[in-house]
């Protein structure tokens, strides 16, 4: 290398880890890169946001995100400071090739629905509740001469539908491929001060370790409301001596008066095909009653076996 090849002050460099630099060059349609804390998550989308921009002149894509604060407060403050670029106050940003990037949030989907794409990223998929929004973007990769493709960065949230697309064995396509990263990956990026105080998490926040330390998809979300995938599994283990298998479950987080919700999930099959059947959540509830509602929910949910979480 030349003493005129090597970057210069003014430019960023960034040293990508291996699952980041796999994610960024993936040629497939719909790659996803989903870590724990700290992996380079948006990094990586930006990158290859401003690959595809960069790499076909007069290109159309968009960086969406759930919500509006969400979006003007990190994606696209992120997005300036990574890349040197201004956004308009339309949330747009054109480069010099002709190409465009535009920055939207879920209240503004009807606007892309005239819009023929050629990429869309979406940050933090997780916080979507189902893959509509996916498959409405995924319909907009009509523009000519381009990548024409998908990609997403989430943190982990249990089997949800970036688990069904990406990793459940049941509905694995070589278009969607998976590249996951957890602080192993990025142990020699993170102050070792921030590393420690995580690992401690093990002990103190277990399933937040899990989820957002180790990217474990057993961990869903961590708030009250949510039972964890992994409490139905163990439950789908248990030999109830029966004399039968069991053919469904209806898990229950239990939560007694207070703000908290007493959750119900009822899914039935074994693991690799498991659907749900049934959700229910009721609030300020004594135990007795919630005994009742969990019996209404078995006759509900006939042939089931009910298990506290």
């Not at 040293?15 to 790659?31: C, M, N, V």
């Not at 949800?160 to 064995?169: A, D, M, R, T, V």
């Not at 070792?192 to 057993?218: C, H, I, M």
Request: hydrophobic share 35%; aromatic share 12%; glycine share 8%.
């Amino acid at each position: 290398m030349s003493p005129d090849d090597k970057p210069k002050k003014e430019k960023k460099v960034f040293h990508l880890t291996i699952p980041q630099a796999k994610f960024i060059l993936s040629e497939k349609r719909f790659p996803a890169f989903v870590g724990g804390w700290g992996t380079g998550k948006s990094t990586a989308l930006i990158a290859k946001a401003m690959m595809q921009s960069e790499k076909f002149p007069g290109n159309l894509g968009v960086i969406f995100r759930k919500e509006f604060s969400d979006l003007r407060d990190s994606t696209m403050k992120d997005f300036e400071s990574y890349t040197g670029l201004k956004i308009s106050s339309e949330g747009s940003c054109k480069l010099a090739n002709g190409s465009e990037i535009l920055f939207r949030h879920m209240e503004q989907m009807n606007n892309i629905q005239n819009m023929n794409l050629g990429w869309f990223g979406i940050e933090q998929a997780e916080e979507f509740d189902s893959d509509e929004s996916f498959f409405k973007l995924h319909g907009r990769l009509r523009r000519a001469d381009t990548g024409r493709c998908g990609f997403i960065i989430a943190n982990t949230n249990g089997e949800n539908w970036i688990y069904k697309l990406w990793k459940s064995p049941a509905t694995k396509d070589d278009s969607y491929p998976l590249f996951e990263s957890n602080y192993l990956d990025v142990g020699g990026y993170i102050p070792s001060d921030t590393l420690q105080s995580w690992l401690k998490l093990k002990d103190s926040k277990p399933t937040l370790y899990a989820r957002f330390v180790l990217n474990s998809w057993d961990s869903g979300d961590t708030t009250s409301t949510v039972i964890q995938p992994g409490w139905v599994s163990a439950a789908k283990k248990r030999s109830l001596g029966l004399g039968y298998p069991i053919r469904s479950i209806v898990a229950v987080d239990v939560a007694r008066y207070g703000d908290d919700k007493t959750v119900f999930y009822a899914v039935e099959g074994c693991p690799k095909y498991r659907r749900v059947i049934g959700r229910a959540s009721y609030e300020k509830k004594s135990t007795m009653e919630t005994v009742g509602l969990a019996t209404v929910c078995k006759e509900t949910w006939r042939d089931t076996v009910v298990c506290g979480g």
